[in-house]
T-cell receptor
Framework: DQQVKQNSPSLSVQEGRISILNCDYT??????FLWYKKYPAEGPTFLISISSIKDKNEDGRFTVFLNKSAKHLSLHIVPSQPGDSAVYFCAATDPGNEKLTFGTGTRLTIIP | DSGVTQTPKHLITATGQRVTLRCSPRSGDLSVYWYQQSLDQGLQFLIQYYNGEERAKGNILERFSAQQFPDLHSELNLSSLELGDSALYFC????????????FGQGTRLTVV
């Protein structure tokens, strides 16, 4: 049972344009959401997070939007840069459950 | 560099064998998590330890076990290995239990032949 879903395995975006990565979840108990970025041969690195009491969180070029009614979150990267090419994982956690539940990832390729 | 060290980076072994993966958490972190990433899959939570005690358990097979030692390093033991156990195994650490912004090691790539 995949509680966190990233339905797009890959995404290609022109450098300088906006990249939008999507994530859906099924567990209504999830209250904290994170995005991790992973380069080849490296472990995932934390990128940005959002609590369920917010609908938007911004950090530089990265913005995460949360739509609780739709159980959907998205990561916007603008402007996209070649160094953003990586696999992006969406993850979620719920109160009292300390593990992160990850999606399957989206491979983002930024085209120069 | 996340500060989390995993050894070895690569491991090739035969079916039926037993291996031990090692993780040293970031200095000061008390919580250690183990995740498995199979080909084209997300990271599957296996198990969490906090200050030496098992805290949470995920989809960990009975053939797999883990422990956290007094110096806070952790080991994941995989036995009676099968071809399907081939995967990347990641360790992550955080200071507190429930700290969701965990820091990941580079992973151990296990290949069972």
């Amino acid at each position: 049972d995949q509680q966190v879903k990233q339905n797009s395995p890959s995404l290609s975006v022109q450098e300088g344009r906006i990249s939008i990565l999507n994530c859906d979840y099924t567990n209504s108990m999830f209250d904290y959401f994170l995005w991790y970025k992973k380069y080849p041969a490296e472990g995932p690195t934390f990128l940005i997070s959002i609590s369920s009491i917010k609908d938007k969180n911004e950090d530089g070029r990265f913005t995460v939007f949360l739509n609780k009614s739709a159980k959907h979150l998205s990561l916007h990267i603008v402007p996209s840069q070649p160094g953003d090419s990586a696999v992006y994982f969406c993850a979620a956690t719920d109160p009292g459950n300390e593990k992160l539940t990850f999606g399957t990832g989206t491979r983002l390729t930024i085209i120069p | 560099d996340s500060g989390v060290t995993q050894t070895p980076k690569h491991l090739i072994t035969a079916t039926g064998q037993r291996v031990t993966l090692r993780c040293s958490p970031r200095s000061g972190d008390l919580s250690v998590y183990w995740y498995q990433q199979s080909l084209d899959q997300g990271l599957q939570f296996l198990i969490q330890y906090y200050n030496g005690e098992e805290r949470a358990k995920g989809n960990i097979l009975e053939r797999f076990s883990a422990q956290q030692f007094p110096d806070l390093h952790s080991e994941l033991n995989l036995s009676s290995l099968e071809l399907g156990d081939s995967a990347l195994y990641f360790c992550a650490s955080s200071f507190r239990t429930g700290d969701t912004e965990a820091f990941f090691g580079q992973g151990t790539r296990l290949t069972v032949v």
